[in-house]
C-alpha cells in the first residue's frame, strides 16, 4: 500500500492539468510595417490581432495576422484605437477627435457602430466575446459628483453597471464567452486590485508583492492574463487555476500582456532592449511527450498496483471464508 500511494503522489505532482501544459513560451516581435511603435492588444482563436501604431503619416489603428496587417480607421478626423476582437472578427475599441469625450464603437463586417456614454461623457470598449457582449468603463454622475463605472453591453443596447461592492471605482476589460469579465478596482481603503466577476460573485485578483494589480484578458478555458506593480517595476502575469506565472519577453526592460485566447497564446506589447515598444505574441511551449509518456506510465503502473493489491486482498477473502467453513 504505500508503494502505491508514492507512485501515485510522485504521478498526479508531474502530471500537468489539460491546461497547463506549458512549462515556458516562445516570444514572437510584431511589428507595424514603418512604424517607430507597434502596440498589441487584443488576439482571438484565429490568431487575429489588433492594436495599434506610431508611423510617420499618424497614429494608426490596425488588424494583422500571419504578418499581414489591414487598418482600421473610423470615418472622420479622429484616431481609431481597436482594443478587443472576437472569434467572428467583430472588433471593438475607442475613437477620439482631441477635443470631445472620447466615445467607442463596434467594427464589423467593415461597417462602424458607434458606442457612446448614454450621459455623452467619455466611455472606454474594450472587449467582445462571440455573442456580441461588449465592456468597458465610462463616467457617470451623481448630483455633483464624477465617477468611474464599468459596464456590460449587451447586443439589444442594454447598459449593466459592474460595479465591485465598497470601490471608488472599477473598470471592466475583458470577458469571455461564459460571461466572465476580468478589469480592475480601487477599494475604499484605497489600493488597485484586479478582479473577476462571475455568476454575480466578485473575486480580487492581487499578483504577489503587487501594489497593483490589473487583470486584462480572460479566455475560455478561465485563463487571466494582466500587469501588476511591484513598487519597482511594472510586470506581467497569467493567473491559472489559483498560480501566477511571470510573462516577460527576454532582454525587454517592460513587458505587458493584454489577451489571451484559447489555445493559450498571449498578446501584449514590450520596449526592447535597444529602446522602443513591439507588439508580441508569446506562444506556450508543451511539455516533452517524453515527460508525458513517463507520467502516464507512472499513473498506469499505481492503477495495475491498485488492480493487484485488490485482487490479493480477494484471494486471502475466499482462503478465510474456506478456512472458516472448514473449522464448523
Known amino acids: ?7 501515485m503522489l510522485f504521478a498526479m505532482m508531474l502530471a500537468p492539468s489539460p491546461d497547463v501544459l506549458a512549462l515556458e513560451y516562445t516570444y514572437a516581435p510584431i511589428n507595424f510595417p514603418g512604424a517607430v511603435t507597434t502596440g498589441l492588444r487584443g488576439i482571438n482563436n484565429a490568431g487575429q490581432v489588433v492594436g ?4 510617420p503619416s ?6 494583422g495576422s500571419g504578418g499581414t496587417f489591414s487598418p482600421i480607421a473610423a470615418p472622420g478626423p479622429v484616431v481609431t484605437a ?3 476582437i472576437n472569434n467572428a472578427g467583430q472588433i471593438v475599441g475607442g475613437i477620439s477627435d482631441g477635443t470631445n469625450p472620447s466615445q467607442g464603437f463596434l467594427y464589423s463586417g467593415g461597417t462602424f457602430t458607434p458606442i457612446n456614454n448614454p450621459e455623452g461623457r467619455y466611455i472606454q470598449v474594450t472587449g467582445i466575446n462571440d455573442s456580441g457582449y461588449v465592456v468597458g468603463a465610462l463616467e457617470r454622475t451623481s448630483g455633483t459628483f464624477l465617477f468611474h463605472q464599468g459596464f456590460l453591453l449587451s447586443p439589444d443596447g442594454t447598459f449593466t453597471f459592474i460595479e ?6 472599477t473598470e471592466a476589460i475583458g470577458i469571455n464567452n461564459a460571461g466572465q469579465i476580468v478589469g480592475r478596482f480601487r477599494g475604499t481603503s484605497g489600493g488597485e486590485r484586479g478582479f473577476l466577476y462571475s455568476e454575480g460573485t466578485y473575486s480580487p485578483i492581487v499578483a504577489p508583492g503587487a501594489l497593483v494589480t490589473q487583470a486584462s484578458g480572460i479566455n475560455n478555458s478561465g485563463q487571466i492574463v494582466g500587469t501588476f506593480y511591484d513598487g519597482v517595476q511594472e510586470r506581467s502575469y497569467l493567473y491559472n487555476n489559483s498560480i501566477f506565472t511571470t510573462i516577460a519577453v527576454p532582454d525587454s526592460h517592460l513587458t505587458l500582456a493584454f489577451g489571451i485566447n484559447d489555445a493559450g497564446q498571449i498578446s501584449g506589447s514590450y520596449y526592447g532592449a535597444t529602446g522602443g515598444y513591439h507588439g508580441f505574441i508569446a506562444s506556450p511551449v508543451p511539455l516533452p511527450t517524453s515527460l508525458l509518456l513517463f507520467t502516464s506510465g507512472l499513473l498506469g503502473l499505481g492503477s495495475l498496483t491498485m488492480r493487484r493489491m485488490r485482487w490479493g486482498e480477494k484471494v486471502m477473502w475466499n482462503k478465510n471464508q474456506r478456512y472458516k467453513a472448514s473449522s464448523i
Not at 499618424?58 to 488588424?63: A, D, R
Open 58 to 63: 499618424g497614429v494608426q489603428g490596425f488588424v
Open 82 to 84: 481597436p482594443i478587443g
Open 1 to 7: 500500500m504505500k508503494v502505491f500511494i508514492i507512485i
Open 164 to 169: 465591485v461592492p465598497d470601490s471608488v471605482f
Open 52 to 55: 495599434g501604431a506610431d508611423t
